[in-house]
Nanobody, 117 residues
Framework: QVQLAESGGGLVQAGGILRLSCVAS????????MNWFRQAPGKEREFVAA????????FYADSVKGRFTVSRDKGKNTLYLEMKSLKSEDSGVYHC??????????WGQGTQVTVSA
């Protein structure tokens, strides 16, 4: 089964930039959609962005459109999330997720993003 490992989180000032990575060990199915979710303390996990592994079709939550960019490098088996113009409300633990039809969803352990005002 594929395992996912996120990195790239940290502390950044409002307006700053961070780039998250999610490396997959094992082959990712061509039918997979790779997702980024985040969870702030006391809040439910929320969808941030997604990309289809095969065709790189992207989707974004309204709250991050125009600021975040999701991409993937098939050769490196890696998913990225570039985050610009960060706001304090972007703080939280960011998880990557691999969703494949008829298979159990796979989650990474998460990486902490903290945006200071």
């Amino acid at each position: 089964q594929v395992q996912l490992a996120e990195s790239g989180g940290g502390l950044v000032q409002a307006g700053g930039i961070l780039r998250l990575s999610c490396v997959a060990s094992g082959a990712i199915a061509s039918s997979a959609t790779m997702n980024w979710f985040r969870q702030a303390p006391g809040k439910e996990r929320e969808f941030v962005a997604a990309i289809t592994w095969a065709a790189a079709i992207t989707f974004y939550a309204d709250s991050v459109k125009g600021r975040f960019t999701v991409s993937r490098d098939k050769g490196k088996n890696t998913l990225y999330l570039e985050m610009k113009s960060l706001k304090s409300e972007d703080s939280g633990v960011y998880h990557c997720n691999a969703a494949v039809p008829t298979q159990k969803s796979v989650w990474g352990q998460g990486t902490q993003v903290t945006v200071s005002a």
